[in-house]
């Protein structure tokens, strides 16, 4: 059965009020205000980052934050892309970029540090207790790669994904360093607020999440309780856009046969995630057709999907991003040590998505079958190289050796593993589960343990299922 959608093509920009705020005491989460200019001649974002920093730790005397956008700078320890993606993603050959700190206001005195130049420490005036809050001002610029990745120049778009420095999750008395690991996606942040007001050179487009307004040349976007935020700027975009109960989802593209399909592919798959999971919580969703070596990239309320990608694909590939709205965007997890929690659920909400809305081409079938094959000559290769193929899935992603090992265990693996479970102990139990754990994990960053805690709490022993194929000890 179809689900009932209201999708009116709206030719003209919607102008949404910006929301008053309704409270006066803040929140206990971090708020950004970020001031940016994207001068398109040097290809370089200059901006200002002002940090209202909410410490959910214990007592500090330093903040750190990360600074994935030096990733991309020459003789990086850690390269952006992996050796299968570089050729794809480095469209021109070689190309650097970097994230230069040029000065950091309300700190006693601050550094670049880290494995890899990767943290920015600053050490406040005053000794920070736990639940209080310290504002810091970070001035830098972003010079950017050409790049089909997360923050670079691509051939039609500017891509402004970890485009700012980004608080590190606190973990005790300390803080949580993540280097730019090529496979999979190193990135761990807690919800914030964002403000973000960038200027673009004439005839630039901003794609943003969040509710953005624009005035000349100036757009300002808002964000609330967020993990992350990230734009895309293009001089060449189009735009569909739609309703889909109440959520604004638009689509940006430049080269696309298929716009309209995959709208109705992000709205639909939107209003099914909302229905099987839990109530969508930002007030617009938007996709974008970008340069993009993978298949797509999640933002909160927000997609990147790859112009490289067949149309079927790329209809794939927005369901899958869609449904890290709920698995990374939402509820959080650790996609250091686990990245097939979220990417898992998001392959299987995908095929679950597919199953009920047969037009898209999909069948829960063709995708298990699919995943195994590509499953049993991943086992079979490695098993050939290595002797014995490492199939552990709680792994860290350092400890990945190859993208297309990374790939075969989080989210061939991961999809195997819960339509497995889903055989097992039937859909009510299934689909409850993953309603309660959305609940219990939103806004934070769930372990594993409390996945399969939700699965529990629907009368099923399943710990002993998990281990299986978490230690890889199943046979597939
Ligand atoms: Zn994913």
Redesign the pocket.
């Known amino acids: 059965m179809k689900k009932l959608f209201i999708c009116i093509i709206i030719a003209t920009a919607l102008a949404l009020p910006l929301g008053a705020a309704a409270c006066t005491s803040k929140p206990d989460r971090t708020a950004y205000s970020i001031t940016a200019e994207y001068d398109d001649e040097s290809g370089t974002l200059t901006a200002e980052c002002t940090v209202d920093y909410y410490n959910g730790g214990e007592d500090t005397d330093v903040i750190k934050f990360n600074l994935y956008g030096n990733a991309y700078r020459k003789g990086a320890l850690y390269k952006p892309v992996s050796g299968e993606f570089a050729t794809r993603a480095y469209y021109g050959g070689a190309s650097y970029g970097a994230m230069e700190i040029e000065n950091v206001s309300g700190a006693e005195s601050w550094q670049v540090c880290g494995e890899d130049s990767n943290i920015l420490e600053v050490t406040l005036p005053e000794r920070l207790p736990g639940g209080g809050r310290a504002q810091v001002s970070i001035s830098y610029t972003l010079e950017l790669a050409n790049i089909n990745h997360r923050t670079g120049i691509t051939r039609h778009t500017v891509n402004l994904g970890n485009f700012y420095p980004i608080a590190c999750v606190r973990s005790g008395g300390g803080f949580i360093e993540v280097p730019y690991y090529s496979d999979g996606?190193p990135f761990m942040s807690d919800c914030a607020d964002y403000m973000v007001e960038i200027t673009v050179p004439d005839g630039y487009t901003v794609a943003a999440g969040g509710t953005c307004e624009r005035q000349g040349n100036t757009v300002h976007c808002t964000l609330e309780n967020a993990r992350d935020f990230a734009m895309v700027l293009s001089n060449e975009f189009k735009k569909l856009e739609c309703d889909a109960d109440g959520t604004a989802v638009t689509y940006y593209y430049y080269d696309d046969d298929n716009a309209e399909t995959a709208l109705d592919a992000a709205a639909q798959s939107l209003l099914y995630f909302e229905e099987k999971f839990g109530e969508y919580e930002y007030p617009s969703y938007t996709v974008v057709q970008t340069g993009f070596a993978a298949g797509?990239m999640?933002y909160p309320a927000f997609a990147m999907i790859s112009d490289g990608l067949e149309p079927a694909d790329a209809i794939y590939a927005t369901v899958?991003?869609t449904a890290?709205q709920w698995w990374?965007a939402m509820a959080g997890s650790d996609q250091i040590n686990n990245a097939w929690q979220?990417?898992g659920l998001?392959?299987y909400s995908a095929l679950c998505f597919f199953e009920e809305h047969p037009n898209y081409g999909f069948t829960r079938t063709g995708l298990i079958n699919s995943a195994t094959e590509a499953y049993r000559a991943y086992y079979s290769v490695y098993n050939q190289i290595f002797g014995d193929a490492d199939t552990t899935m709680g792994r860290h992603l350092k400890d990945f050796v190859s993208d297309y090992e990374y790939v075969n265990i989080a989210?061939n693996k991961g999809l195997i593993m819960f339509d497995s479970l889903r055989t097992s102990i039937g859909d009510d139990r299934f689909f409850k589960g993953l309603k309660d754990y959305f609940e219990r994990a939103n806004g934070k960053i769930a372990t594993p343990e409390q996945l399969i805690e939700s699965f529990t709490a629907t009368g099923v022993d399943i710990a002993g299922f998990f281990d299986s194929f978490l230690e890889g000890k199943i046979i597939i």
């Open positions: 996606d797509g999640e899958h991003e890290h990374y979220d990417e998001a392959e989210y």
